[in-house]
């Protein structure tokens, strides 16, 4: 764990021995990191913000209020997770007949730079590739992939994003410019490419 003047954690947040914190963390209020899990540096984990065990969050993640990363999830860097989102980590749970250990979870990965809406629901197994984004109570039940933006329950495709946040609009031969220069390749219906 990075020295305790270079994390911050709020008083009433609760980390257990044994969590790894990357330097310029910060932990807000009524949150609970479980001892396995790993939080990379500069992030920002909001109110009632739950990390369990064996999670792992990259840097520069966003976490807002009353969100939970059961065991599976896994966060590359720069992911936003919207306030009141869910992760699940179980594809059939039953109260009589409990899945719950490690061998039960199924792994949900969220590549770099991806942003879930509020209230969003991520069905455990699917990966949301780099740059996706999930709009605001969206349920996500298949893989994501990169730069697209899904909406709607199930979710579905509904245009392009850029890496910077703009909604790509494509030309004739399939390239479209992002308001910072960048440039963009529709490959085909399903995939879009950096250029």
Known sequence: MAEAAEVF??????????ATLGAGTKIWHFSHVMAGATLGQNCS?????????RVTIGDGCKIQNNVSLYEGVILEDYVFCGPSMVFTNVKTPRCEFPRNTAADYLTTRVKRGASIGANATIVCGVTLHECAFVAAGAVVTKDVPAYAMVAGVPAKLIGWMSAYGDVLE???????????????QRIDAKTVKMS
């Not at 984990?45 to 065990?53: R, S």
């Not at 494509?170 to 963009?184: H, M």
């Open 170 to 184: 494509f030309d004739a031969e399939g390239f479209a410019v992002d308001s910072t220069g960048i440039k963009y």
């Open 9 to 18: 954690v709020h008083p009433t947040a609760i980390v257990d021995a044994g």
């Open 45 to 53: 984990l909001g109110q009632n913000v739950y990390v369990a065990n």
